[in-house]
């Protein structure tokens, strides 16, 4: 069990500030915590309160992310940063991001007494790091770092309620030098990034592992929107040879990757694809109706960007040649790119020696994208430890053991109790 320098019962605090943002942000079986709206605000605002009655430090930066500190802390010397996010998916599990930052707090607490025998921390609570409301992910972290490029900004909500810009001058955002792509900090003042996150996949759960390291993060390209253009006839009076059937179009297109993705994944390339969005028009769609449109999206991931610009120059000459094939058109809206990022060797080798005796810490990739790799693609040395979680993240059904979750407190802990006699 983790040390603490003070008389707070560290898995009780745990469980309490995990249950209360759970219960603040609650949205049926899941939890929705919108991204700049109103469940991140939500569990933000809780954990300020909460860290004002621990004693720690609190404040708000320009990006509506908030940090905690020790109020000790007076060096000047860069700063660990220790950091997750507080939004989710819509109705999604509680554990995503809200455990890193749990974390930190906890770690901030253990270091109470004795934080000179470590570097300096501060804990991030980010905003806006998943993907789902506004179609481009690591919005709190990017704009921090002055990386957001500023057409985001114009990108509209989900359910088209807004503008990004709006949300996030709501909370308390600077727009106008989020919109000159303006550092918010300076890269110098942070010695390093660690951020705690449960997996978000069924690896360490089938394998046992408890804990892992995470050696990088991978990329991706996509489309949130692309369009199949064909023409809507009637089902029994249109023979084959004559029909521009959008949906059979887009099916063999999806058909067509699957295979080119068997092949490289047989040639030894990390990579996955995914189309998570796929339907013909409500208001036209019956059973008697030759499809003449369908919108779906488009997803390829790897920790290669190579990997990630071949296979989608690979979906456009499908398109093409589909097009020629099915008198069909593709309509594509702006291509997102996220780069993949590597974890610092020297932090993984510290995190690893820093392991109870007896302990093998595996590494794996993350297949998911996680605020680290900004700050590793911004020249921040960056790590990261995944926590077992049963039945997957993006899930109201998500399943880490407090057991498993402290194991991973400790670890971080004594990394960087330890930075100082490397």
Known sequence: MMACNTLV??????????????????????????????????????????AEELGLRHEWDRAGNLWL???????????????????????????????????????????????????PLRVLA??????????????????????????????????GVGLLSEAMSR?????????????????????????????QGPIMVNRGWPVALVTGIRGN????LIRCIGETGHSGAVPRWLRKDALLAVAELLSRMDEHWRVLLQMGMDMVMTTGICSTSAQSHA?????????FSFEVRSQDTQTLERFYTLMREECQA??????????????????????????????EAAAPPGMKLERMASGAGHDAAVFANAGVPSAMVFIRNENGSHNPHEAMEMEDFLLGVELLTRAVLSRLSH
Not at 146 to 152: E, I, R, V, Y
């Open 9 to 50: 019962d560290i898995p009780a605090l745990a469980q309490s500030l995990l249950a209360e943002v759970h219960g603040a942000t609650r949205d049926g079986l899941g939890v929705t915590r919108e991204s700049y709206g109103a469940g991140e605000t939500a569990a933000l605002r809780l954990l300020e309160e909460r």
């Open 69 to 119: 500190s020790l109020p000790e802390e007076t060096r000047n010397a860069p700063f660990l940063v220790i950091g997750s996010h507080a939004d989710s998916v819509p109705q999604g599990g509680n554990f995503d991001g809200l455990a890193g930052i749990v974390a930190g707090m906890l770690m901030l607490l253990a270091l109470r007494g004795r934080h000179e025998d470590a570097p």
């Open 126 to 159: 980010l905003r806006g790091e998943e993907s789902a409301w506004y179609g481009k992910a690591y919005l709190g972290s990017l704009s921090l770092l002055g990386k957001l490029p500023p057409a985001t900004l114009k990108r509209p909500h989900r359910d």
């Open 171 to 199: 909370c308390g955002a600077d727009i106008e030098a989020i919109q000159r792509a303006q550092p918010l900090i300076d890269l110098t003042d942070i010695a390093a990034y660690l951020e705690l996150h449960i997996e």
């Open 221 to 224: 390209v996509r489309h949130n």
């Open 287 to 295: 059973v008697s109706v030759i499809p003449g449109e369908v919108a």
């Open 322 to 351: 589909i097009e020629r094939a099915r008198g069909v058109r593709f309509e594509f809206d702006e291509r997102l790119f996220t780069e993949p990022a590597t974890m610092d060797a020297a932090w993984l080798r510290r995190i």
